[in-house]
């Protein structure tokens, strides 16, 4: 069983920082792709924000692009979103999401975090 767990989210001024994780756990044998989503206040769509591939290419929305910055360990099966100047409208839900294949076959699978709430407020 392969789980996403997230954590950092919280609630912060505009301008400011926040730090999001995100660790894979379970049986992996290779973690694909990693990005990060976000889901807005009143039904809004689930977006992605940036996305990071195994070898470190980043691609990242128009919205945050210069103010969000996706990494990762392949090392400790960890990706991170580093916010910084915060905006009220990156107030959402922010989802952890990765394509991984287990040690028993071929197949890639993806998987989804439970989510962590960003709150940006004055």
């Known amino acids: 069983q392969v789980q996403l767990a997230e954590s950092g989210g919280g609630s912060v001024q505009p301008g400011g920082s926040l730090r999001l994780s995100c660790v894979a756990s379970?049986?992996?044998?290779?973690?694909?792709?990693m990005a990060w989503y976000r889901q807005g206040p009143g039904g809004k769509a689930r977006e992605p924000v940036a996305?990071?591939?195994?070898?470190?290419?980043?691609t990242y929305a128009d919205s945050v692009r210069g103010r969000f910055t996706i990494s990762r360990d392949n090392a400790k099966n960890t990706v991170s979103l580093q916010m910084n100047s915060l905006k009220p409208e990156d107030t959402a839900v922010y989802y952890c999401?990765?394509?991984?294949?287990?040690?028993?076959?071929?197949?890639?699978?993806?998987?989804w975090g439970q989510g962590t709430q960003v709150t940006v407020s004055s």
């Open positions: 996305v990071i591939s195994s070898d470190g290419g980043t």
């Open positions: 379970g049986t992996i044998s290779s973690i694909y792709g």
């Open positions: 999401n990765a394509d991984i294949s287990l040690p028993t076959g071929t197949r890639i699978n993806n998987y």
